[in-house]
């Protein structure tokens, strides 16, 4: 009897336990190893506290993510969380009603809020205009050169730190029977990037952060044309292989050992240790030292994690208790050690500093230097609503630049006039 | 097939006045009052189907056409109303137009090449006497194939690295750059388009031609030595009804069951590949977040659409003969 009764206090008091824990739900956009990270991470959480339980889905690709969050705003059903990439930003900070700010979020529930501890690159991005984070910076990547080291050997050159650089040691490494260079994605490296690494500004409204309403592009100036005119004539003369839109399709040459230099993500490093047979290193992505001022930090790529609104004040101190989890120096260390996704606190990189890391893997350094770099006026970031669109708009031109169809002078002015129109039709949408 | 223009015909005219009479308890045709002695049964049957047209069809068609007056931010909280701006914003957008354009092209020539192949195929097929059901079956075979999964196959065949395609490309001194060039990203979703869609024509057109009676092919023997002249005069005009339809089913798999294909090409990035209507319709509604843009552009679509299907019945279907 005595028996029977203590059993169902014990599975009383278990229940009750499980019963207080308050569920929280992560709609990410990450898949492969990068989405088992998360859930390992998450695990993590569930398991070094017992009143919230974290748990994360993954909902396709970044876009997939941000379309499948805000149809679940618009019916209600909204996640607690949701990972939202950096060309994206701008549409969900522009809807104010729809997140929590993660500073207002963290504050809120009591908890330690220290905008210094982050990085210098990561401060803005995500951020309002008076730095306050809107969104919590999560996994956080920079574009930087790779190259293949026995290529480098063989051609007898040094990797190059600025454009000019490259000019000059690109034909030896044609004539060793490389292609030069490839990139990908060249929206986010040659005209994001170029702004930022060259201290270029990109929008007006103080790269739009000053508000949407007559927010304009800045592209079709001069130095922002040299770097196509640049990028074209190397394409003729083989020293650079354009391979088209697609991420993988300018990856492959430099994984089969075919390219010398590929710009590509910091976070690309885990995945290119399994792929490339060869040896590589990597250096800062270059910038152009004609420019002046040049050199500078680049602009944050990856995504941010941002609270939902309309949630009961339970579940967002369990938000901002697992915001708080996520930017402890161990968790970030973890996640940087994992995915090569760079860590965004000061105190998580002197961590993965003092346990040897970089000793071992020194690519692995490279992305977070860069975007330790000095900041410029215009290396902060910019916010461009409708981003992903004239990101579409800029491909389109892209490739039509290097098939011959159109002069790059023209391309730039397309890309202007249609990314204006673009901004101008999200103004009206933002009010 | 024989039921079909008549039921069709019968809609056509009178259906306010099959409204009344079933309201007043006469019947059309007294013959078939046996079949339900309840006006109201033959409802309960249909209503489980008219529920589901109502749901996944007029429903969001209504919500397409509100939205599409709307200038609306991504989550919803304000929308304004903008009249017909989101209409001309789309008719008069560079982008837009040129993807009708392709989208009119495409639809030309994958319907043309995938109807002719697929019945040169059957009449071939029909003639094979050895080996009948080997060849048969490996030709429908590719129907069993998933849209995403042909795309995956035939983007194998055109990769630009590694493509056998592309290789052969280059030994007529042809750089195929798929994914980079306009037309050669065109030609690769034409070939993997039409590729996926012969097995359906074929099919329908070999049951077509078995369906022509010995008889008359026979007859027809005797009147002319020339088999092109027994095809066109005999074996065409008999087929008209399945051609008909397969024109029908045809067009509307280029306009909208080609997305995966497309999408599979493109690799989520479309820079400047050829795609379709519907294809930009998702881009901008669902990658874009721009809400009354994407209604506008499929509300434009839908208005196509049964533009198109009204002509065919009204002017094609004249000239049907069905047996």
């Known amino acids: ?206 790269n739009g952060y000053d508000g949407f309403e007559g927010t304009e592009i800045l592209v079709s100036d001069d130095n922002q044309k040299m770097m196509f005119e640049k990028l074209k004539a190397w394409a003729d003369e083989d020293l650079y292989g354009f391979y088209g839109a697609g991420w993988a399709d300018n990856l492959k040459p430099f994984e089969e050992g075919e390219a010398a230099m590929w710009i590509g993500s910091s976070g690309s490093f885990g995945g290119l240790q399994q792929s490339a047979e060869f040896d590589f290193d990597a250096v800062y992505m270059p910038y152009w030292d004609s420019i002046e001022g040049a050199g500078t930090q680049s602009f944050i790529g990856g995504a941010a994690l941002f609270a939902m609104a309309g949630k009961s004040e339970e579940e967002n101190a369990c938000t901002a208790q697992f915001f708080t989890f996520l930017t402890s120096p161990e968790t970030q260390f973890f996640y940087h050690r994992s995915t090569g996704y760079v860590p965004i606190t000061e105190a998580a990189y002197e961590l993965a500093k003092s346990e040897g890391y970089y000793d071992d893997q020194p690519v692995a350094e490279v992305g977070i230097q860069q975007l330790m770099l000095e900041g410029g006026e215009w290396s902060k970031g910019y916010r461009m609503g409708f981003y992903p669109q004239i990101r579409s708009v800029m491909e389109r031109e892209f490739n039509r630049i290097f098939s011959d169809e159109v002069s790059v002078d023209e391309a730039f002015s397309i890309i202007e006039e249609e990314g204006n129109a673009l901004l101008a039709r999200f103004a009206k949408t933002a009010n | 097939m024989t039921d079909t223009p008549l039921s069709l015909a019968e809609a ?43 749901i996944f069809f007029y429903w969001p068609s209504v919500q397409a056409v509100t939205s599409s007056f709307y200038l609306e931010d991504p989550f919803g909280f304000g929308a304004t109303f903008v009249g017909l701006d989101n209409y001309t914003d789309a008719l008069t957008s560079r982008g837009y137009m040129s993807t009708a354009a392709f989208t009119a092209f495409f639809c030309v020539v994958v319907t043309a090449l995938s109807l002719g192949l697929g019945l040169l195929l059957a009449v071939k097929a029909d003639k094979v006497i050895r080996g009948a059901e080997t060849y048969k079956t490996l030709l429908i075979s590719v129907y069993a194939i998933a849209p995403p999964v042909a795309g995956l196959i035939g983007m194998m065949f055109f990769d630009m690295h590694m493509g056998p395609f592309t290789q052969i490309a280059a030994w007529f001194g042809h750089d195929l750059r798929v994914g980079i060039d306009y037309w050669d990203t065109a030609s690769a979703l034409i070939v993997i388009s039409v590729w996926k869609q012969i097995p359906y024509n074929f099919i329908f057109f070999l049951s077509g031609l078995q369906s022509v009676p010995v008889s008359v092919r026979e007859a027809a023997l005797i009147d002319a030595k020339s088999g092109w002249r027994r095809f066109c005069d005999i074996t065409l005009p008999l087929l008209a009804p399945t051609a008909f339809f397969l024109l029908v089913i045809n067009i509307t798999y280029t306009m909208f069951d080609t997305f995966p294909i497309i999408d599979v090409i493109v690799k989520d990035k479309p820079a400047n590949n050829p795609m379709t209507l519907v294809y930009k319709v998702y881009l901008d509604g669902f990658k874009g977040n721009d809400i009354g843009g994407s209604s506008a552009q499929s509300v434009i679509l839908m208005v196509v659409v049964a533009l198109l299907t009204v002509l065919q019945f009204r002017f094609l279907e004249r000239r049907v003969h069905y047996g």
Not at chain 2, 15 to 34: H, M
Request: net charge negative; hydrophobic share 45%.
């Open chain 2, 12 to 54: 056509d005219s009178t259906l306010f006045t099959r409204l009344r009479r079933w309201w007043s308890g006469e019947t059309a045709n007294p013959v078939k009052r046996v079949q339900f002695d309840r006006p109201l049964t033959p409802w309960m049957f249909l209503l489980p189907q008219l529920a589901v047209v109502a």
């Open chain 1, 1 to 206: 009897m005595i028996k029977t009764a203590s059993t169902a206090i014990a599975l009383a008091l278990t229940a009750s336990t499980a019963y207080a824990a308050t569920d929280i739900s992560w709609w990410h956009g990450m898949g492969g190893r990068n989405g088992e990270v998360i859930n390992e991470i998450a695990q993590q959480f569930n398991a070094a506290q017992d009143q919230c339980n974290l748990t994360p889905v993954s909902r396709g690709t970044y876009e997939e993510a941000l379309s499948s969050g805000i149809a679940a705003f618009r019916s209600g059903e909204q996640p607690n969380i949701l990972q939202v990439f950096d060309a994206g930003a701008a549409t969900i900070i522009a809807a104010k009603g729809a997140t929590v700010p993660a500073e207002d979020l963290i504050t809120g529930a009591g908890e330690e809020f220290d905008r210094e501890a982050f990085i210098a690159g990561v401060r803005n991005f995500y951020a309002d205009a008076d730095g306050k984070f809107i969104g919590m910076p999560f996994n956080s990547s920079a574009p930087i050169l790779y190259y293949n080291t026995e290529a480098f050997e063989a051609a007898g050159v040094e990797p190059p730190k600025t454009w000019e650089e490259f000019e000059e040691i690109a034909p030896a490494l044609r004539d060793a029977g490389y292609i030069p260079m490839t990139a990908s994605q060249l929206t986010w490296m040659m005209v994001e990037n170029f702004k930022s690494r060259n201290n270029q500004q990109f929008a007006t409204n103080n």
